[in-house]
C-alpha cells in the first residue's frame, strides 16, 4: 500500500469516500490511500478535511493547535527554569543563614539609628 498526499482526486471515482459531496478537487487535498476497494468506482481518496475533522474527533489538536500547545510548553520551560535558579539561589542564602546560626551568630538588630522617642510637651498641648 502507498499511501500519498494529492491535490486532486484524479481515478475514478475522483471523490472523498467519507464526503463525497466535496467532489474531486479541495484547496485542503486528499490522501491517496493507494488502494482499491470493491464497488463501482473501487479508488479510495480521503479528503484531508475527513482527516482532520476524523482527528477532531478522536481529540488530537490541529496544527494550529499544536503549534500553540509548543510556544505555551516553550515558555513555561522558561518559566520553570528561571524559578529553579531563583529557588537555588535562595537556597544557597538559607544554607549561608544556617551555617553562622551554626557557629553562634546572632544578629545584633537592625542597622542604622533607633529612632528618637517623642516626649511629651505641656506646651504643645493643644
Same mark, same amino acid.
Given at each position: 500500500?502507498?499511501?500519498? @498526499? ?8 475522483? &471523490? ?6 466535496? $467532489?474531486?478537487?479541495?484547496? &485542503? ?23 482532520? =475533522? ?24 522558561? &518559566? @520553570? @527554569? ?6 537555588? &539561589?535562595? =537556597? ?11 557557629? $553562634?551568630?546572632?544578629?545584633? $538588630? ?10 511629651? =510637651?505641656? =506646651?504643645?498641648?493643644?
Amino acid at each position: 500500500m502507498q499511501v500519498r @498526499i494529492v491535490r486532486k482526486a484524479e481515478i475514478r471515482p475522483m &471523490k472523498c469516500v467519507f464526503y463525497p459531496q466535496i $467532489g474531486h478537487d479541495h484547496p &485542503k487535498g486528499y490522501v491517496d490511500t493507494g488502494m482499491d476497494m470493491l464497488g463501482v468506482d473501487p479508488h479510495a481518496y480521503i479528503s484531508i478535511q475527513a482527516i482532520e =475533522d476524523i482527528a477532531s474527533h478522536l481529540g488530537w489538536l490541529t496544527p494550529a493547535e499544536n503549534k500553540r500547545m509548543c510556544e505555551e510548553l516553550a515558555t513555561a520551560h522558561e &518559566k @520553570i @527554569i528561571q524559578l529553579e535558579d531563583e529557588n537555588n &539561589k535562595l =537556597d544557597e542564602e538559607a544554607q549561608a543563614i544556617d551555617v553562622l546560626r551554626g557557629r $553562634g551568630y546572632q544578629p545584633r $538588630g537592625r542597622p542604622g539609628r533607633k529612632p528618637k522617642k517623642q516626649e511629651h =510637651d505641656p =506646651d504643645l498641648v493643644a
